[in-house]
């Protein structure tokens, strides 16, 4: 299993930006696909997960802001990220969580600054 992001980059407070992230390779019908983000020296920290079937869940300091939705036809995930925040800043991670197996993508920048 593989995942590609893509999306990220530099935005000023107040701006939105979009992520997605493409699962490929041997993908279960029932998984989890989410989002995680981490500063340096700072642990990885939850955003969003979305379940193939379910409600989405947020953590606290992106409820209204952000929106994750999954297109699984596509096996892709994605976070719309609105009213972005310089606290917003990290490096962005998508995961899928299938049959207890974490899987990781490669990561993407998120800059918010003016």
């Known amino acids: 299993v593989q995942l590609q992001a893509s999306g990220g980059g530099l935005v000023q407070p107040g701006g939105s930006l979009g992520l997605s992230c493409t699962a490929s390779?041997?993908?279960?019908?029932?998984?989890?696909m989410g989002w995680y983000r981490q500063t340096p020296g700072k642990q990885r920290e939850f955003v969003a997960r979305?379940?193939?079937?379910?409600?989405?869940s947020y953590v606290d300091s992106v409820k209204g802001r952000f929106t994750i939705t999954r297109d699984n036809a596509k096996n892709t995930v994605y976070l719309q990220m609105n009213n972005l925040k310089p606290e917003d800043t990290a490096v962005y991670y998508c995961?899928?969580?299938?049959?207890?197996?974490?899987?990781w993508g490669q990561g993407t920048l998120v800059t918010v600054s003016s």
């Open positions: 995961d899928l969580n299938q049959r207890g197996v974490y899987y």
């Open positions: 390779g041997m993908i279960f019908s029932a998984n989890v």
């Open positions: 979305m379940l193939t079937q379910g409600a989405p």
